[in-house]
């Protein structure tokens, strides 16, 4: 019941980009349309072995989103009551799915309420942010592809740091005329491109400096073979929508730094550094406006025809961030970013010219800069 899924498919996107790869890891093909479908796995199969589950206890999560669809159709599965506890007034489009799988909602406000109200509930609170376990998204996307470097969004913190804990150790060196690309297949007219980086560059420390002048664009380099950056073969960039705490944290090396002002982009980005969230096993964190997140997530829709979420859009354009630095500098390799999920209620808000226009967001910045970067 709890065993891991089918895997789920990694889509080819165009980047204008020779000898760069870009594939987007295509999670809405998950039973419940999300990500969270593998956080709702984690959570229920760690909380039985605590022996916190038993048969008949009542399950209960405090949150707005797609978790509550995911924790349903597991709790279902499973023949356990579900009670989700959602910030605001009562919404029958956010209502609908969960209680289409046999779970109850309960709406609350103000939306902070949520966290006590389901405490206060008898039964197991899952608690997705406190108890973040760890998924089994970088064991399967490993086992599909080597990348040179992973781009997801961050909201518990589980998924960078099942992928900054998951990742293979970098292999033993090779001489240049060998791999300098490990996963991306040159086309016959295509000469392997050796990687740029000055070979006087010292190596890079394994863990972070405490204190780091704020160069976020300074470490995107492949690392040239023979050098050992961090010993692993591939790297991990969280992607970070406006007021989140976690590029500022990250950057400053605050674990618990906060800005206290709520993420507009569903699913990621947070007020403060939550504890899943692990800074030591994150490579680069790369902050992304939010009108950037809007016009990527509408670009993405358009390349593979799915109603996706913001955060799949914050996660292409800093992907395509990336990217463009990989060109810059004459490199290739294999870029993988996440679509979190997609979702028909996605086109009356991110998809939605009103909607970002209510919120000031002006997608047509951005579109320019997101069509020259992927030749679509
Ligand atoms: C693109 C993307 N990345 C990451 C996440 C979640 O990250 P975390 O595991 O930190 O909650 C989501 C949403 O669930 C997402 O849509």
Redesign the pocket.
């Known amino acids: 019941m709890l065993a891991a899924g089918e895997p789920t498919p990694l889509i080819d996107f165009p980047v204008a980009a020779p000898g760069i790869r870009l594939l987007v890891k295509d999670?809405s093909a998950q039973p419940t349309g999300?990500?969270?479908h593998r956080?709702a796995r984690a959570l229920f199969r760690q909380a039985i072995l605590d022996g916190l589950v038993t048969e008949g206890t009542t399950v209960v999560e405090a949150t707005g989103?797609?978790a509550a669809v995911a924790q349903a159709w597991f709790a279902r599965r499973l023949g356990l009551p579900y009670i989700v506890v959602m910030p605001g007034r009562r919404s029958e489009a956010r209502a609908r799915a969960v209680e289409a799988l046999g779970g109850e909602c309960r709406f609350v406000t103000p939306p902070l309420a949520i966290y006590d109200a389901a405490r206060a509930i008898e039964g197991h609170f899952l608690d997705q942010f406190g108890r973040?376990a760890r998924h089994d998204l970088a064991e399967e996307l490993f086992a599909q592809v080597q990348p040179d470097w992973v781009v997801?969004?961050?909201?518990?913190?589980?998924?960078?740091a099942t992928l900054g804990a998951s990742r293979p150790p970098q292999s033993p060196p090779q001489s240049p005329s060998q791999s300098p690309s490990r996963s991306t297949p040159q086309s016959p007219s295509q000469p392997p491109q050796p990687t740029t980086r000055p070979t006087t560059q010292p190596p890079q420390p394994t863990t972070r400096p405490t204190t780091r002048p704020i160069q976020p664009m300074t470490r995107l380099t492949s690392p040239p073979p023979g050098i050992p950056t961090h010993g692993v073969s591939c790297r991990v960039a969280v992607a970070d929508p406006e007021n989140s705490a976690y590029f500022p944290g990250w950057t400053l090396d605050v674990p618990d730094y906060a800005t206290g002002m709520p993420s507009r982009i569903e699913?990621?980005g947070r007020p403060r550094m939550e504890p899943?969230?692990r800074p030591d096993l994150v490579d680069l964190v790369i902050p992304v406006p939010d009108a950037a997140s809007v016009a990527a997530a509408r670009h993405l829709r358009e390349v593979t025809g799915r109603p996706v979420?913001g955060?799949?859009g914050?996660?292409l354009w800093a992907a395509l961030e990336l990217v463009e630095r990989m060109r810059a500098r004459g490199e290739s390799g294999l870029v993988v970013s996440?679509?979190?999920?997609a979702a028909e209620r996605h086109l009356a808000t991110i998809h939605h010219d009103e909607w970002a226009a209510e919120r000031g967001l002006d997608a047509e910045r951005y579109t320019g800069e997101l069509r020259r970067r992927t030749g679509v």
């Open positions: 999670e999300s990500l969270r956080h989103g797609n973040a997801t969004g961050a909201g518990t913190g589980a998924t960078s699913g990621i899943g969230f979420g955060s799949s914050t996660a996440l679509l979190g999920d």
